[in-house]
DNA sequence: TCTTTCTGCTACATAAAATGTAGCAACTGT
DNA sequence: ACAGTTGCTACATTTTATGTAGCAGAAAGA
């Protein structure tokens, strides 16, 4: 059993990896700011221009977050992926591809 | 450009496909409809249910979004993957592997 | 040293989104 | 005719996100 201190038991009431980390992935903003991370590293301040301007209060609260969740750390250099967030979104690039076939098909 | 009718552009100024795809995947709920219907076909209640009993609001709501979008169908035998929404959750199938070790790591 | 300009972050009122519960109308089977 | 489905809607309450302002600390320049 995963359990995430702080953080909602929505879609994780068996516990298993894939619910937690869906309901993660499905809070508005987070996949957003991981494929940002994915392309570089950035401040506080420049991640929040690169997503649409998104509140600071929000952007903190994913942070910490992913944070916790070991996804994203925070250096001299600001905020990036760590490993574990690195291998997560590479498993999620095939998916950048398929957008593009569906947006067409749309 | 892609633009979807009743849809919130958040996310998506640039009309870059993956962006519109981030942002509608990043809805509550979303990504584990998805998840669910990958599994196999569901009625709406069932689904419900399956969704740790999401609100019928919410999940209609997301329905008719995921169906305009072409990803979702329904028919007889209720809500289902369409051709496009089965070729995405093939491409997401990885991320489900990763999360074990993930959860594992945590 | 004294600004200026970054940094990450917080407070708080407003607005938007999600929940929970009840129930409707249409169809299916007995 | 009746019971049990189906997909779905209404609506009041609660939760979450937004937008704006601003604080405290570090670094850089004059």
Redesign the interface.
Known sequence: M?K?PGQST??S?TGR???????V????????IL?ELHQSRASFRTLQER??GVSPTLLNKRLKNLRS??LVDLDKDGYGLSA?GQ??TE??A???A???D??D??
């Open positions: 995963v995430i929505r879609g009431r990896p894939i619910m937690v980390l869906l309901d992935l499905g809070q508005r903003w987070t996949l957003r494929w997503c649409d969740l070991n574990m291998s997560l498993r999620l095939p998916v950048g398929w957008a593009k569906w947006a098909q749309l």
